[in-house]
């Protein structure tokens, strides 16, 4: 059995894992750092939940020089929220050596980032759209970036981006070291890897060690008339902590979203018409365990690092079976189990086919209570998991009295994020608002607060880290943050303690400063701003 230190790992970077709980490489880990620690091109099949993100970010940090501050290494993603979380990753991997970590998104002010970059970012991870405006803006300089790595190009592509990380990659040095992450490899990929990548290792992480190990995968046959009913019955019948619920198109998930919210179950609706903020809000509420259903598209829940999904609904066929590996692999994540059960039309037997052949194994007709011939030996877990247990994801909300608004500063975010596309609809708003009136309250009175900002004063989101896993708790963050920037507690508002991050808003004036501020304290929490309004 490997060992992160049998990858000749570093010291400072073998505490590092310590520190955060790896302790033995995952298949992607073991595979993927040794050829990108002898300076190879890597392209690793593999998807989130895999460990991927530690197979590029381990080798970066080993090779990032902390006495220059030029930018050694980007890191581009498709999303926002995969941004974030590979920022997050890579800042704990980097810890004890001192690496810049800065995270350049749309949707957030531009200006903030252009000003972290400036004061030095050893790796940037950027979203691709903010990525380029940054360097014609000459914000972001590569001339040193001998490192990239593009996360989920897949994905990319299905968002249109493949041409701006083409233009991205030329403005990087060509020696540089390049390395290409995607759970799939479909053509135009495989042409951005024959383009852009010098004899690439071909990592790959077998489909089976994705899927059918820890997801178990059954089928229903029903006509598209009486999907609702057949929705309904499998929800009743699993019981699960938390679903995502996958349709094809925008419009049919909004179309199943109301009907289940009609119906009074709690659910939340994810696509890419929702603005930026939107989005923060629907993520934040499901991934805290505050929602159980989730209906979304492909697009919108791919990549997302959910380890408390339990269930997985096709409520329509996927396009494609590398699509259906995607979905499927939101649930059964680091070492759970989980169930997918995928909705076939009469027509659809060949498609089903398709993706039984492409994974490998048949799918098992669903009935009340079934189980996989694989699935017998997760069954029990998995039941108990569904039954209700206490989530894995922690999130804690704060006690009234730091919290005048809670969840994330939805209403008026910048909208200019690569995903987001059009107007609002109605799900996001009705999703992100329910909690928040009966927690809203005015600053508490007789007491002096050292810095007062009135509750209705603009507020800036951040994104802090660490989060749960880390023994954070909210009076801890509440703290660091007043003791640090001398606001006063009610001024900290929305404050969320998620896995491995957390979130909080401050009053927008003076929240540059109160970020500094935050971060030079040398404590344990970091701050960054995510969005301001
Ligand atoms: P990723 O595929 O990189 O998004 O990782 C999925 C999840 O697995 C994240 O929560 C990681 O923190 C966790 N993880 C990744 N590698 C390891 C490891 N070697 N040991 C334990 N947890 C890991």
């Not at 349709?247 to 909004?254: F, V």
């Not at 339990?310 to 396009?319: G, I, L, M, Q």
């Amino acid at each position: 059995m490997t060992a992160f230190a049998d990858l000749r790992l570093s010291e400072p970077v073998l505490e590092a894992l310590r520190d955060i709980g790896y302790e033995k490489p995952s298949p992607i880990q073991e595979q993927g750092i040794p050829p990108m620690l002898e300076g190879r091109d890597v392209i690793g099949q593999a998807q989130t939940g895999s460990g991927k993100t530690a197979a590029f970010g381990v080798p970066i940090i080993e090779y990032v020089d902390p006495t220059s501050s030029d930018t050694q290494a980007l890191v581009l993603t498709p999303t926002r929220e995969l941004c974030i979380q590979v920022t997050q990753a890579i800042r704990g991997f980097g810890a004890r050596k001192n690496v810049e970590v800065v995270a350049t998104f749309g949707g957030a002010p531009i200006r903030e980032q252009i000003s972290r970059l400036r004061s030095g970012a050893h790796v940037v991870v950027g979203t691709v759209g903010r990525v380029l405006d940054l360097i014609d803006r000459g914000a972001l300089q590569l001339s040193s970036c001998r490192f990239v790595v593009l996360d989920e190009a897949d994905e990319m592509l299905d968002l249109g981006f493949l041409d701006d990380v083409e233009k991205i990659l030329r403005r990087t040095p060509s020696g540089r070291q390049t390395a290409l992450f995607s759970a799939t490899m479909a053509p135009p990929i495989r042409k951005l890897a024959d383009n852009f990548l010098y004899e690439p290792e071909h990592v790959k992480v077998k489909s089976d060690t994705l899927t059918v190990d820890s997801v178990e995968q059954f089928f229903v046959e029903v006509p598209s008339k009486d999907k609702p009913e057949q929705l309904a019955e499998v929800i009743a019948a699993e019981r699960p902590r938390q679903a995502i619920v996958f349709c094809r198109t925008k419009i049919g998930t909004d179309r199943l979203f109301r009907l289940l919210r009609d119906r009074g179950n709690n659910v939340r609706a994810l696509h890419g018409d929702l603005s930026q903020g939107q989005r923060d809000g629907v993520m934040l509420a499901f991934k805290g365990g505050r929602v159980p259903i989730l209906v979304a598209t492909d697009v919108a829940a791919r990549g997302l690092d959910i380890s408390t999904v339990t269930h997985v609904v096709n409520y329509d066929v996927p396009r494609s079976p590398d699509t259906y590996v995607h979905r499927i692999g939101r649930t059964g994540r680091a070492g759970a189990t989980g169930r997918a059960i995928t909705f076939v039309e009469p027509k659809q037997g060949r498609e089903r086919e398709a993706i039984e052949e492409h994974v490998g194994i048949p799918m098992t007709p669903w009935a009340k209570g079934a189980t996989t011939p694989t699935g017998d030996r997760h069954a029990a877990a998995t039941r108990a998991a569904a039954k209700g247990e206490a989530p894995a994801e922690v999130v804690e909300e704060a006690p009234a009295d730091v919290v005048a608004e809670a969840g994330p500063a939805v209403a008026g975010a910048p909208a200019d994020a690569p995903t987001a596309e059009a107007a609002p609809v109605e799900a996001a708003p009705e999703a992100s608002t329910d909690e928040e009136p009966r927690r809203r309250q005015k600053p508490r009175r007789g007491r002096k607060p050292q810095i007062h900002h009135d509750a209705d004063e603009p507020g800036t989101r951040i994104v802090l880290v660490p989060g749960a896993d880390d023994g954070l708790a909210i009076r801890d963050l509440v703290e660091a943050i007043t003791s640090s920037t001398g606001l006063d507690g009610e001024a900290v508002r929305g404050v969320s303690v998620l896995e491995h991050f957390s979130f909080a808003t401050i009053p927008s004036s003076g929240a540059a400063d109160a970020v500094e501020a935050i971060n030079a304290a040398g404590g344990q929490v970091r701050a960054e701003v995510l969005l301001a309004d």
